[in-house]
């Protein structure tokens, strides 16, 4: 396989990796409603991934099918040599790409050296993408970053550094770690990390606050990026990468379905049992979704409530049908 960077058409749409989200529940909503050009996983840590006791669970969250191509797993981690070894992992694991997180601003990952700590380390940071890439193989290696860990005027030097070492793309979430996601986005920035990205012959994608595919193909085309990648925007609307907002029966049908989906994988089990060795998430994982597909009419929050409430795919069903029936008889 050669660089799938390379092939993709411009400007490429990227579904952002989000921990305890961007699940194979979520994933296969936008494989059937309007898949974006490359998905990611959740981030996922290295040490854990070759640890014994953390391995098991963690694949999980490697979990894909072949409808998801072109697909790229998202590690954090801090050590070269065990990069080194977890590319081989991902490598056989048949994804198109090993992304490394470089912008993670939780405390327990900066605590590990790992997320935006390498952003003080850009020799180590350099170290871990060349050790990455002799272990992928012909699998491509990424970056995923912010312009720097305290202050813009950091982001020169510090996308510099990455640059130097050649992943097959960088995307940059156009915040400094101390931002975390409080400030709105830089992308006043884009125009240089564009630059910077084709002094180095790297493709670059930008990251932060994009709402709509309509925003993500206006700012790629006015910061000259290769690409844009959305989190927050596309939560509750498996519609995005097909450019459209559904309508709120829609929405809420389609939330009915993810939960289907995710109870049957994620939930105790046959297929759980088969696919995970019985490892299972809590059904609490599905509420920020709830949040995101039930809001913005009024009876959205009564709904939501409801919806807190329910502990199994069966009772949202239940909730969501009473809920349209009950509308149905009021437009008669
Ligand atoms: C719930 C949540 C989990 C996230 N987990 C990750 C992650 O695992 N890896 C990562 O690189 N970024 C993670 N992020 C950051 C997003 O990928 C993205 O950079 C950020 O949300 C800004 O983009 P947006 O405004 O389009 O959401 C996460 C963000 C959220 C909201």
Redesign the pocket.
Known sequence: MTNFWQKLKRPFMML???????DEAFRQMFVKYGKPDVFFT??VSVDGLLSDAGRPKLLRELYFNKNEHPIVA?VFGSDPAKFREVAKLIAELGFDGLDI?M??PDKAVIKQGAGSALIRKPELAKKIILAAKEGAGRMSVSV?TRIGYSKIEEMETWLTAILEAEPAMLTV?LRTMKEM?KVP?HWELAEKVAELGKKFGVPVAG????KSLTEAREKAAKYNLDGV?????AFGNPAFFAGREMSREEKLLALVEHTNLFEQLYRPGKMNDKLFAGHTKNFAVLK?HFKAYVAGWSGATALRAKLMEAETAGEVDRIINQYLAGKEEKRS
């Open positions: 952002a990796p989000m921990y305890d989200v961007t959740e981030f998202q997180n912008g993670c995923k979430h996601s986005t990251n932060g606050d994009v990648m959305i989190g927050r925007g920020k």
